[in-house]
């Protein structure tokens, strides 16, 4: 497998719908997991910071451990455009919180 493809189109709606959509179902699976783990205990955990961080592992995985990683955070395994609209999604919420 190949080092990480250059996002061609950094403007696509696209991208941020797909980047939505894996966040939200890797959120409701990790919630899942927690939940069933601790079925007693109250949670506290940041889905977007956990999520953020793997990416961010993401970058330097190849192969197999490339293509679980994609599947655990619940990633198109040509979602190439992952980290440009993870880093966009941050700007968005470092916005929102100078508000």
């Not at 403007?11 to 939505?20: D, F, G, N, Q, Y």
């Not at 939200?24 to 205990?41: G, I, R």
């Not at 190439?80 to 100078?98: A, I, R, W, Y």
């Amino acid at each position: 497998m190949t080092p990480w493809e250059s996002c061609q189109d950094e403007t696509s709606r696209s991208w941020e719908a797909m980047l939505e959509e894996s966040l939200n179902e890797f959120s409701m699976k990790l919630y899942a997991h927690l939940s069933q783990s601790q079925p007693m205990n109250n949670l506290l955990f940041s889905p977007i910071s956990i999520s953020g961080l793997l990416t961010h592992l993401l970058l330097g995985a190849r192969g197999k451990t490339r293509r679980d990683m994609e599947t655990a955070l619940c990633l198109s395994h040509n979602f190439f455009c992952v980290h440009s609209e993870m880093k966009k999604l941050k700007l968005k919420l470092q916005d929102t919180l100078k508000m």
